[in-house]
């Protein structure tokens, strides 16, 4: 028996599972609510409000058996130019030139992951694009990853002065205090994680980023990843209505589908769900629906 087989760690997987599928319904219902009351101005194209479609999908392991699957959760209408929030729950076996880049996958390349994971695009340039995922993961070792993070398009609003950047990083300090965590550590985390290396630019303002969250007290830390998921929806809601009424100029969305392209390269070249996804035969629509809509390069 793996250690991902062990009962105590399914009962476990199923427990977070079952959150994270909680969370996702709670957070298209919330982006459909702000589709409904908007109250524009909205793009010609898109005047409708939307609403979430749900869509479940599977997958098979490398010898054809069963690994699991989830749902994919989007949204497209008069906010949301784009928006998805998944949910996946899927076990296997690492490949051998894989396995060597996760923590216990060295001893045993068998796993065990779900998690939930949302990245929103909205039309108006100044309502921020925001990115979510939380995660528990099994190999011979156990652990919890996730995190928040912000990234407004406009250059005049990717200030750290700036008030949605200040309270986006209020909202995440708080699951961090309440539950005893390094919210220093973790913030400046974000901060590296999500820098673009080839440009040598920050992503977004930032936020938190945790990974290998494994204090030896299991339901501390589920704790504390249920509150990082609770913060985000406390946070985001109210940033998006505050700017969804804003005016906006032709340069402006100019000037957010080219901050949209380097959403693009970071996510391609460098984003480890991305990447775990597509290496362990993920869904490629659910994972590649981080994309935005449209983009430009100058």
């Known amino acids: 028996?793996?250690?991902?087989?062990?009962?105590?760690?399914?009962?476990?997987?199923?427990?977070?599972?079952?959150?994270?599928?909680?969370?996702?319904?709670?957070?298209?219902?919330?982006?459909?609510?702000?589709?409904?009351?908007?109250?524009?101005?909205?793009?010609?194209?898109?005047?409708?409000?939307?609403?979430?479609?749900?869509?479940?999908?599977?997958?098979?392991?490398?010898d054809g058996s069963p690994g699991g699957g989830g749902t994919m959760g989007m949204i497209r209408g008069r906010v949301f130019e784009k928006a998805g929030v998944h949910v996946s729950h899927v076990h296997?076996?690492?490949?051998?030139?894989?396995?060597?880049?996760?923590?216990?996958?060295?001893?045993d390349p068998n796993f065990a992951a779900t998690g939930i994971s949302l990245i929103a695009h909205p039309w108006n340039p100044h309502a921020p694009t925001v990115h979510m995922n939380t995660?528990?993961?099994?190999t011979s070792k156990a652990w919890f990853g996730g995190g928040a993070d912000l990234t407004p398009v406009l250059v005049r609003r990717r200030e750290q002065a700036d008030p949605d950047s200040q309270a986006f990083h209020a909202a995440m300090k708080v699951p961090c205090d309440a539950h005893g965590r390094d919210y220093p550590r973790y913030k400046a985390w974000c901060d590296e994680y999500f820098h673009l290396k080839h440009r040598n630019e920050p992503r977004g303002i930032g936020g938190i980023f945790y990974d290998y969250v494994a204090t030896g007290d299991w339901e501390a830390d589920f704790a504390f990843t249920r509150a990082v998921g609770e913060a985000f929806l406390d946070a985001y809601i109210p940033i998006l209505r505050a700017n969804i009424t804003q005016p906006w100029t032709e340069a402006d969305r100019e000037e957010q589908q080219v901050r949209r392209g380097r959403y693009v390269e970071f996510n391609l070249l460098y984003d480890r769900g991305t990447i775990f996804g597509l290496r362990t035969g993920g869904n490629v629509e659910s994972i590649l629906s981080s994309m935005p809509p449209s983009v430009r390069w100058p």
């Open 92 to 107: 296997g076996t690492f490949a051998p030139e894989f396995a060597k880049e996760i923590p216990g996958a060295d001893a």
């Open 135 to 138: 995660r528990f993961v099994v």
């Open 1 to 62: 028996m793996t250690l991902a087989d062990q009962p105590e760690l399914v009962a476990r997987r199923a427990r977070a599972s079952e959150w994270f599928l909680s969370l996702q319904q709670r957070i298209m219902a919330a982006f459909e609510a702000v589709e409904i009351e908007a109250e524009g101005p909205f793009f010609p194209e898109a005047t409708t409000p939307g609403k979430a479609t749900f869509k479940p999908w599977s997958r098979n392991n490398h």
